[in-house]
């Protein structure tokens, strides 16, 4: 493993478990909608000199690249997906802190092997331990002692949902077409579906938005644009199974994020939730044994 692949990785997991913040913050002055809306498409713009940059640097042909149809179609069929993940998970934001939202969030590392059954691929007794282990931290972690479970966590998970059928679709269009062109296309096709409930449920003011422009800023620029660059560059030539868990210490972050600039608190019952989740997404992310060549979806 390259320490600079890893550094790019781990930094990619900073912002992204940080990003939790930004969401929280920016719904003070705008919708769910709205501010998803106008995040993805900054950050669909801040890709844009990426591409080109990874171009000149790259040089690669159209035939390495695949087709304009399979890069358009897999551009629209990750940006749906990614709307309706998104728009769950902000919605529920709403009502939960953002730490217990990031390691919800990071639930679809344990779902997405198990959803891949579905798709032909195997699964391992390490990935059913990881979800019974993840399931037991979800109780902790979400369901309170009157055995109630919150508004927003429910959201959250049916955004974990999302998120994990989001990745197995990047899985299969990846390898056949230019990410960073597919996730530029992902980005502004998720901004201008989600301008449409914003429209229409939603009041959505100039002065809202300049309030919001730091979290606004962070969630585009940062999160979408420079994470996910930094995401395709750091996986380049490095073990995925590595890759995958530098990436999911975003949850472990989003917690610390959450205290140090919210002054969010986890009760003991939730500090058990979060390090049950954890171990769950490590333990899902452990290789197998040599002699069994399994693929497992990779962010």
Same mark, same amino acid.
């Given at each position: 493993?390259?320490?600079?692949?890893?550094?790019?990785?781990?930094?990619?997991?900073?912002? %992204?478990?940080?990003?939790?913040?930004?969401?929280?913050?920016?719904?003070?002055?705008?919708?769910? !909608?709205?501010?998803?809306?106008? *995040? &993805? /498409?900054?950050?669909?713009?801040?890709?844009?000199?990426?591409?080109?940059?990874?171009?000149?640097?790259?040089?690669?042909?159209?035939?390495?690249?695949? &087709?304009? *149809?399979?890069?358009?179609?897999?551009?629209?069929?990750?940006?749906?997906?990614?709307?309706? +993940?998104?728009?769950?998970?902000?919605?529920?934001?709403?009502?939960?802190?953002?730490?217990? +939202? =990031?390691?919800?969030?990071?639930?679809?590392?344990?779902?997405?092997?198990?959803?891949?059954?579905?798709?032909?691929?195997?699964?391992? %007794?390490?990935? %059913?331990? +990881?979800?019974?282990?993840?399931?037991?931290?979800?109780? !902790?972690?979400?369901?309170?002692?009157?055995?109630?479970?919150? *508004?927003?966590?429910?959201?959250? !998970?049916? =955004?974990?949902?999302?998120?994990?059928?989001?990745?197995?679709?990047? $899985?299969? !269009?990846?390898?056949?077409? $230019?990410?960073?062109?597919?996730?530029?296309?992902?980005?502004?096709?998720?901004?201008? /579906?989600?301008?449409?409930?914003?429209?229409?449920? @939603?009041?959505?003011?100039?002065?809202?938005? +300049?309030? &919001?422009?730091?979290?606004?800023?962070?969630?585009?620029?940062?999160?979408?644009?420079?994470?996910?660059?930094?995401?395709?560059?750091?996986?380049? #030539?490095?073990?995925?199974?590595?890759?995958?868990?530098?990436?999911?210490?975003?949850?472990?972050? &989003?917690?610390?994020?959450? %205290?140090?600039?919210?002054? @969010?608190?986890?009760?003991?019952? @939730?500090?058990?939730?979060?390090?049950?989740?954890?171990?769950?997404?490590?333990?899902?992310?452990?290789?197998?044994?040599?002699?069994? #060549? *399994?693929?497992?979806?990779?962010?």
């Amino acid at each position: 493993m390259r320490r600079k692949n890893a550094c790019m990785l781990f930094l990619t997991a900073f912002i %992204w478990g940080t990003a939790f913040v930004a969401q929280s913050m920016g719904m003070d002055y705008l919708g769910p !909608f709205g501010f998803n809306g106008i *995040r &993805s /498409l900054i950050g669909g713009v801040a890709l844009l000199p990426c591409i080109f940059i990874l171009g000149k640097v790259n040089k690669r042909t159209s035939g390495e690249e695949g &087709s304009t *149809r399979t890069l358009i179609v897999g551009g629209i069929c990750c940006g749906l997906a990614l709307f309706a +993940a998104s728009s769950m998970q902000q919605i529920g934001i709403q009502y939960t802190t953002a730490g217990k +939202a =990031g390691f919800v969030t990071a639930f679809y590392i344990v779902l997405v092997p198990v959803l891949g059954i579905f798709m032909g691929k195997k699964t391992g %007794w390490k990935v %059913w331990l +990881a979800v019974a282990m993840a399931l037991a931290g979800l109780y !902790f972690l979400c369901i309170t002692e009157s055995f109630s479970v919150g *508004r927003g966590d429910v959201y959250v !998970f049916i =955004g974990s949902l999302l998120f994990a059928a989001h990745i197995l679709i990047i $899985d299969y !269009f990846a390898p056949r077409t $230019d990410g960073v062109k597919m996730s530029c296309i992902q980005f502004f096709v998720a901004g201008i /579906l989600s301008m449409l409930p914003m429209a229409a449920l @939603e009041t959505t003011t100039v002065e809202g938005i +300049a309030r &919001s422009w730091g979290p606004l800023l962070y969630a585009g620029v940062l999160s979408c644009g420079v994470a996910y660059t930094l995401q395709i560059i750091g996986q380049k #030539n490095m073990d995925p199974t590595i890759a995958s868990l530098i990436l999911s210490l975003e949850s472990c972050i &989003s917690v610390l994020a959450g %205290w140090v600039i919210l002054g @969010e608190r986890l009760s003991v019952r @939730e500090g058990v939730g979060c390090i049950l989740m954890f171990a769950a997404i490590i333990l899902a992310q452990l290789p197998e044994k040599p002699g069994k #060549n *399994r693929r497992s979806p990779t962010l």
